[in-house]
């Protein structure tokens, strides 16, 4: 088992579901029940599962925790392009998704870590 806060990547990503939730607040409220509340659920998931995979008994379940944090990254880098496409909102969104591909590559390299470690 690991403590999830000592990760770069789990506090990396605390950050920024904080800085998601402030850039979400600005969309439509038609929007609430859909790309709102979709993009805040999977920012969520990437550290949730972080922490869940650190509570599990092997590193074996931990990575396969990290993928699943990595999917939600992708999910919300999805979501990231439709925002921008439907121009949901005025403020710039690039350093939200430079922070995001900074997490993706820090949740990959995390994964091969333990893989190589653990021989997953």
Same mark, same amino acid.
Request: charged share 25%.
């Given at each position: 088992? /690991?403590?999830?806060?000592?990760f770069?990547?789990?506090?990396?990503?605390?950050?920024?579901?904080?800085d998601? %939730? #402030?850039l979400?607040?600005?969309f439509?409220d038609?929007?609430?029940? $859909?790309?709102? &509340?979709?993009?805040?659920?999977?920012?969520?998931? #990437?550290?949730?599962?972080?922490?869940?995979?650190?509570?599990?008994? &092997?590193?074996?379940?931990?990575?396969?925790?990290l /993928? %699943?944090?990595? $999917?939600s990254?992708?999910?919300?880098?999805?979501?990231?392009?439709?925002v921008?496409?439907? +121009?949901? &909102?005025?403020?710039?969104?690039?350093?939200? %998704?430079?922070?995001? #591909?900074?997490?993706? +590559?820090?949740?990959?390299?995390?994964?091969?870590?333990?893989?190589?470690? &653990? /021989?997953?």
């Open positions: 088992m /690991h403590d999830f806060k000592k770069k990547v789990w506090q990396k990503a605390r950050t920024f579901t904080a998601l %939730y #402030i979400t607040k600005s439509p038609d929007e609430k029940f $859909g790309v709102t &509340s979709q993009i805040r659920r999977a920012t969520i998931s #990437i550290t949730n599962n972080i922490a869940e995979g650190c509570g599990r008994n &092997s590193d074996k379940q931990f990575v396969q925790f /993928h %699943y944090s990595y $999917g990254a992708v999910e919300v880098e999805n979501l990231l392009i439709l921008s496409d439907l +121009k949901l &909102s005025n403020d710039n969104i690039d350093h939200l %998704y430079k922070n995001l #591909i900074e997490i993706q +590559k820090m949740l990959f390299a995390l994964i091969q870590k333990f893989k190589q470690q &653990s /021989h997953v």
